[in-house]
T-cell receptor, first 115, second 117 residues
Framework: ETGVTQTPRHLVMGMTNKKSLKCEQHLGHNAMYWYKQSAKKPLELMFVYSLEERVENNSVPSRFSPECPNSSHLFLHLHTLQPEDSALYLC??????????????FGSGTRLTVV | AQKVTQAQTEISVVEKEDVTLDCVYETRDTTYYLFWYKQPPSGELVFLIRRNSFDEQNEISGRYSWNFQKSTSSFNFTITASQVVDSAVYFCALSDMFSGGYNKLIFGAGTRLAVHP
């Protein structure tokens, strides 16, 4: 496989469930990101991992818990979500290099519906 | 503050029309990068172009062209002879090179383009 792969593509979960979103990148990048995209809203940066350390957490509720076990994998653990958390969750990766920005490579996203 | 403004929320055109998507940015950096991404209905953001702030040459790639003007802080995107497959949301993005210790991208709100047959 190449690029950034996200699983599952679609997820329906109840408010009391616990589930995890998975992201895997095969590009040799050293930074990974979680974004949330709700209907009619801008892209919201949730978490950033650079060299497997979390470097940014944009006031995300604790019911979202990220995990980055190595530079190729990123997880988003979900528990006791609310219906307003229904959205497209996008993972991205990039190659960090001082003074240069190559942009991000995105996965296809996980469309989450909380019922 | 770093900011990207895409004033056009939605654009609707008929196939074969030319269409321009506007992008205006604000930055305190002297070196920065600008990007355009396409998000088709499938959801994935697809990279279209990256432009360094020192390179003001316009770029053409098939039916796509980009006009970078530092004097007006704009990086506009034109699709010539639009096709139905161009229907998507298009995002302009700006690099934030020096905050947070990583390569941050600041995204605009996106422009939804609908091309009708």
């Amino acid at each position: 496989e190449t690029g950034v792969t996200q699983t599952p593509r679609h997820l329906v979960m109840g408010m009391t469930n616990k589930k995890s979103l998975k992201c895997e990148q095969h590009l040799g990048h050293n930074a990974m990101y979680w974004y949330k995209q709700s209907a009619k809203k801008p892209l919201e940066l949730m978490f950033v991992y650079s060299l497997e350390e979390r470097v940014e957490n944009n006031s995300v509720p604790s019911r979202f818990s990220p995990e980055c076990p190595n530079s190729s994998h990123l997880f988003l653990h979900l528990h006791t979500l609310q219906p307003e958390d229904s959205a497209l969750y996008l993972c991205a990766s990039s190659q960090e290099r001082t003074g240069v920005n190559y942009g991000y490579t995105f996965g296809s996203g996980t469309r989450l519906t909380v019922v | 503050a770093q900011k990207v403004t895409q004033a056009q929320t939605e654009i609707s055109v008929v196939e074969k029309e030319d269409v321009t998507l506007d992008c205006v940015y604000e930055t305190r950096d002297t070196t920065y990068y600008l990007f355009w991404y396409k998000q088709p209905p499938s959801g994935e953001l697809v990279f279209l172009i990256r432009r360094n702030s020192f390179d003001e040459q316009n770029e053409i790639s098939g039916r796509y062209s980009w006009n970078f003007q530092k004097s007006t802080s704009s990086f506009n995107f034109t699709i010539t002879a639009s096709q139905v497959v161009d229907s998507a949301v298009y995002f302009c993005a700006l690099s934030d090179m020096f905050s947070g210790g990583y390569n941050k991208l600041i995204f605009g709100a996106g422009t939804r383009l609908a091309v009708h047959p």
